[in-house]
């Protein structure tokens, strides 16, 4: 049966993926440092973990495997649920693949280099309706094809 993770402390995406599971009856983890408000359903749980550098990280991808979608924007926590065979979907909605995720990870050290260098460089455009639509099309997508 397929499950949801989500790294939670940072998630825009939370009703989203409730709506999502409930349709769908799939379990959801939230995951998070801190205490973060869920709704009491028997689908939903959570998961507050230490606030150790990558404690919430490090629980998702001990959990990942090939019937899991993992919800983060965080890129090496993508790449390491993806090493365990799950589907990993940004909040925006965007999948990170094995084909993708080596050049998202030479982006973000690029990206790092450039402000440890002082340089003033944006953020991610902000995020909008758009964002919201890909990423519910994206779940249900990724639902469908692990109920299979």
């Known amino acids: 049966m397929p499950k949801i993770l989500v790294d939670a402390d940072a998630c825009p995406v939370k009703e989203e993926i409730y709506k999502v599971a409930y349709r769908r009856e799939v379990p959801v983890t939230i995951v998070s440092n801190s205490p ?35 919800i983060t924007a965080d890129i090496l926590l993508a790449d390491r649920c993806l090493k365990a065979g799950a589907t990993v979907i940004a909040p925006n ?50 639902l469908v094809r692990l109920g299979r």
């Open 36 to 70: 973060i408000r869920v709704p009491q359903h028997p689908l939903i749980t959570r998961e507050i973990v230490s606030n150790s550098f990558d404690a919430a990280d490090d629980w998702i991808a001990e959990r990942a495997n090939a019937k899991s979608v993992v």
């Open 93 to 142: 909605g965007k999948p990170f693949t094995t084909s993708s995720i080596g050049g998202a990870i030479a982006t973000r050290a690029i990206m790092a280099d450039l402000r440890g260098g002082g340089d003033q460089i944006g953020g991610p455009p902000p995020f909008g309706k758009t964002d919201r639509s890909r990423f519910l099309s994206a779940l249900d997508e990724a």
